[in-house]
């Protein structure tokens, strides 16, 4: 139950849901207030030349927004997108038939950008340069190479893993963003599109007139879910919609703070959004590695996850909470980290050691 809640990657079906709750344009796109600048300045200038974009790569942890934002840049472009992914594209071949069949000023989306087999990589790079393709006719002595012409078009790379991008790739975008875990009042303010959205009654006192506790401040429903959502809008919709379920079958419908801290509770949401693989890793360094520092690989056999998963979407929060350090010779848990399990950090030996300076 709570691996299905807290899960950060969406299945088909929340992709269904998410969908009707994507933002639509940059000023819908809520927080990230310094990328959305840069894309703004981008779009802006582009669409004033009459150009295509620059070639954008947006990096960060699953769900906070970079399909979203693959979906908004070509809206503003009022351009079509064409989303494909580094998995899908196994052959040279995929690609060149996907950039032969783009139109003039087309985003070309590609997720998970990282997972690009090399000799598809190669193939963009004097796409994304020159707008070339170069075709390789025959086999051996007697190949010979056919050079076209493609359209005109905006690569939007999205990847949760930028330092696994290769460094020709990664010089060829010319605009490249990170997207950082949203605060509580960014989220806050999610969830209250969203409840508009899906016509959810959420602190309907307001509607009333009665005092709500400025956004970011604890006491309103949309902050309670926000404060558990893990800094990530896509588990703050999850969450919504979780407590909406408990609204509306344990407590008339209207989502307030108590109800979305009871409904919360009962889906066993850690009050800093942790979920039970989190506590695993916070567990295993904790107490079997005695504070650690333990390697990426022998923690993921500890907590039964593939490391790329830890990777990407466990260890970026931990460390961002300031519950893990990395050090040269692994993770290691923080004092911190050592309380929220409650467990008083030892003195002078192994674990301690590591939180001087
Ligand atoms: N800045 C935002 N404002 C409002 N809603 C947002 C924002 N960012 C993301 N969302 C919501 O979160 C959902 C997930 O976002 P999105 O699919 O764009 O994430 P992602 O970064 O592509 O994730 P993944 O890496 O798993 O593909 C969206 O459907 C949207 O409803
Ligand atoms: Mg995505």
Known sequence: MREEILAVTADPVEREAEGSLRPRSLDEFIGQKELKEHLGIVLEAATARGEPAGHVLLSGPPGLGKTSLAHVIAKTMEASIRPTSGPALERAGDLAAILTNLEDGDVLFVDEIHRLPRAVEEILYPAMEDGQLDLVIGKGPSATTLRLDLPRFTLVGATTRAGLLTGPLRSRFELSERLDYYPTEDLEEIVRRSAGILGIALDAADVAGAARPPPGEAGSGANEIARRAR??????????????????????????????????EVFRVDKLGLDKVDWAILDAVVNRFS????????????????????????????????????TPRGRAATEAAFRYVGIEPPQGTGAARLFGS
Do not use: C, H, K
């Open 231 to 264: 800094g990530t809008p896509r588990i703050a919709n999850r969450l919504l919609r979780r407590v909406r379920d408990f609204a509306q079958v344990r407590a008339a419908g209207v989502i307030d703070v108590g109800v979305a801290r009871r409904a919360l």
């Open 291 to 326: 504070g650690g520092p333990v390697g990426l690989s022998t923690l993921a056999v500890a907590v039964g996850e593939e490391p790329d998963t830890i990777a990407d979407v466990y260890e970026p929060f931990l460390l961002q909470l300031g519950f893990l350090r990395r």
